[in-house]
């Protein structure tokens, strides 16, 4: 398999070779447009002369400026190791398919795995079974791909309630809850602070005591009442 | 763990950010309750193509121009809140045209990977993409080492039997779909002549309302022209265009300062108990004049323009 065609990142023309023929205009040509400075250009004869070029290129389709950066992994096949099919029938075989040879056991189930299914995981070899209840029970570090914010919940539940006043009966409460349930949930996986927790806690807890204070003066006022 | 590489990319429902790991380019993309995460394996990343944004220079002007005209709008009023109301809301909006401008150009920003091409959305300005690079590029190239100019020349001259591209993979271009956004415009604008001479001649009590949403056509087709053609500025129905936008604007300011007078003398009438004005709208005779003159103008020159351009350049 090829390696990934670079595309302009405005009309996703793919920047290729130059193309001979009859000239045509400028817009449709597939011709790469090279400016080693502003305002003069000049015609590359491949995309390679696109690549690592300081001063950038022109896409050949709407002339917006390109800067390609590319590295060595550009070179690498996409294609992966392939199973090896059963010999003999005395051979072990992969769990997942029958016809190909097993080459080692996931770590976790215990499964035969071929080539193909077997996926190395941080120096563990795992079944795709395995790799994928990992990844919802959260115990394969690294892989995570979403985590929740409860700090942000709760103070969301502290503040958009209170706006519309009555609401923050239950907004409080459940900010409070969601402080002190989540205090120690993992949070974020880049720095973050407690920060939000603390302003939702601080600000919970006074809803509900100037709500019980409210409380206590309705009822203190309907009592002094004639 | 992670290195902060990139600002927070907001929006209305969250933000993109992008950060440095050990091994990994971290991508954020944060919905304010939930983080979802996208890993870059430093060793897997082939490319990164930054394409520079158009220079954004019409839709800054017509922004510009916009907020300005808005803020006006305080110049015709009488009242003290409306005064506040557009000066406020104006300031704003200037606000955030000069913080764009601030910000400098855009750009896009794409990262590829062997069987991937990921929209980098925290990187959106070219000054980010610059910092960006200077600080991604090392990381990478500690794991993959450096790509030495004599690989990148020998693969070009490797080009015919290199797997590397494969010229009959790539998809025919497609020119772009030929558009008439500007003939429907100067066409309606042309129609809008006519109708404001109807109008004039003929009084009649629909006739405001109908006005109305002419001017809204207008403006909304004017705005899609500007926007849809802004990479070929140099053309001469683009400039009638402009013209028009500000002829437009012109008109806008009458008619704010009409509604603000019929609005008063509703105000007045409810004070005194007199009767209301019954029409919205009593345009002078100047006015009608010059929205007449320019609307025939404008259409009747961009639709020869249009036709010029169609002979002469390619199809667009």
């Keep these: ?226 | 763990m992670y290195r902060r590489l990139t600002g927070k990319n907001r929006r209305l429902t969250g933000h993109t950010q992008l950060w440095l790991g050990p091994d990994h380019l971290l991508l954020v993309n944060s919905s304010r309750f939930v983080e979802h995460y996208q890993r870059f394996a430093l060793a897997d990343i082939a490319a990164i193509v930054v394409t520079d944004g158009p220079a954004a220079t019409v839709s800054r002007f017509i922004g510009a121009a916009a907020s300005v005209a808005w803020t006006s709008l305080a110049l015709t009023v009488a009242s003290t809140f409306a005064v506040r109301f557009f000066l406020l809301t104006g300031v704003a909006a200037i606000a955030l045209v000069l913080l764009d401008i601030l910000r400098g150009p855009r750009c896009r920003c794409h990262l590829y990977t062997a069987v991937s091409r990921e929209l980098l959305t925290p990187v959106s300005r070219q000054r980010v993409a610059r910092a960006f690079l200077a600080a991604i590029g090392p990381a990478i190239e500690a794991v993959q080492g450096t790509f030495p100019p004599e690989r990148i020349a020998e693969l070009g001259r490797m080009r015919g039997a290199s797997p590397l591209t494969d010229p009959g993979a790539e998809p025919p271009h497609v020119p772009p779909a030929r558009n008439y956004v500007q003939e429907v415009l100067f066409g309606l604008l042309l129609l809008d002549a006519v109708f404001l001479w109807i109008a004039s001649r003929w009084s009649f009590s629909e006739a405001p309302g109908l006005l109305m949403t002419f001017y809204f056509a207008e403006i909304v087709l004017i705005v899609v022209a500007l926007v849809r053609d802004a990479r070929d500025i140099r053309r001469f129905s683009y400039a009638i265009l402009a013209v028009a936008l500000i002829c437009y604007a012109a008109d806008l300011v009458n008619v704010g300062r009409d509604a603000a007078g019929w609005f008063m003398q509703v105000a007045q009438s409810a004070q005194v108990g007199g009767q209301p004005p019954a029409v919205f709208w009593t345009p002078s005779a100047r006015q009608t004049l010059f929205a007449e003159a320019w609307r025939c103008v404008a259409g009747a020159a961009g639709w020869l323009a249009i036709y010029a351009e169609r002979q002469t350049g390619p199809a667009s």
Aim: with cysteine; aromatic share 8%.
């Design chain 1, 1 to 226: 398999m090829s390696a990934p065609a670079i595309r302009c990142g405005a009309c996703s023309q793919v920047i290729s070779e130059a193309r001979t023929g009859p000239a045509r205009p400028p817009k449709l040509a597939g011709t790469l447009s090279v400016s080693p400075e502003r305002g003069s250009v000049v015609r590359a004869s491949s995309s390679e002369e696109a690549w690592n070029r300081a001063s950038g290129v022109h896409c050949p389709a709407c002339r917006e400026t390109l800067h390609v950066t590319v590295y060595p992994a550009i070179e690498r096949s996409t294609s992966g190791a392939l199973p090896e099919a059963l010999h003999t029938e005395s051979e072990a075989s992969c769990f997942y398919h029958p016809q190909s040879r097993a080459v080692l056991p996931c770590d976790e189930c215990g499964r035969f795995l071929c080539r193909l299914c077997e996926l190395d995981v941080g120096g563990r070899h795992l079944c795709p079974g395995c790799f994928d209840a990992g990844v919802r029970e959260r115990k394969i570090e690294g892989v995570e791909t979403r985590r929740t914010m409860y700090d942000s919940i709760a103070l969301a539940l502290a503040t958009l309630p209170a706006l519309m006043i009555w609401p923050a009966v239950f907004g409080a409460p459940a900010s409070l809850y969601y402080v002190m349930r989540y205090w120690s949930a993992p949070g974020s996986l880049v720095p973050r602070t407690r920060f939000r927790f603390y302003v939702a806690g601080l600000l919970a807890l006074s809803e509900i005591v100037g709500m019980g204070l409210l409380i206590r003066l309705m009822v203190l006022t309907s009592a002094s009442r004639p």
